[in-house]
Nanobody
């Protein structure tokens, strides 16, 4: 049974940094795709960053240059380092994973069968 458990959310002032973690368990090996999504109040969930089975990384334009996604295969843990945070980054951040993701569909929610419970990130101005 696959489980994803996020941690690391919190409150920070604009310009600050946070690092989110997502511990994965239940996959047969470390070759699976993972991504971070977020959902702000009153808005639809959107993809933030993704990493595929080979380590190819994709970012949403809104976070390029500020966020860094990484994956420690030995620990089966996904990270999201968030720097230069802005109030508009305030959202619940979700970790998602699946064995295969269709090429070009890294931010399509329907591609991911496994989701974490979410962790709140609040950025104040």
């Amino acid at each position: 049974q696959v489980q994803l458990v996020e941690s690391g959310g919190g409150s920070v002032q604009a310009g600050g940094s946070l690092r989110l973690s997502c511990a994965a368990s239940g996959f047969p090996d470390s070759t699976y795709c993972m991504a971070w999504f977020r959902q702000a109040p009153g808005k639809e969930r959107e993809g933030v960053a993704a990493i595929d089975r080979k380590g190819l990384i994709t970012y949403a334009d809104s976070v390029k240059g500020r966020f860094t996604i990484s994956k420690d295969n030995a620990k089966n843990t996904l990270y999201l380092q968030m720097n230069s945070l802005k109030p508009e980054d305030t959202a619940i951040y979700y970790c998602a994973a699946d064995v295969w993701i269709s090429s070009g569909s890294w931010f399509a929610e329907y591609e991911y069968n496994y989701w974490g419970q979410g962790t709140q990130v609040t950025v104040s101005s």
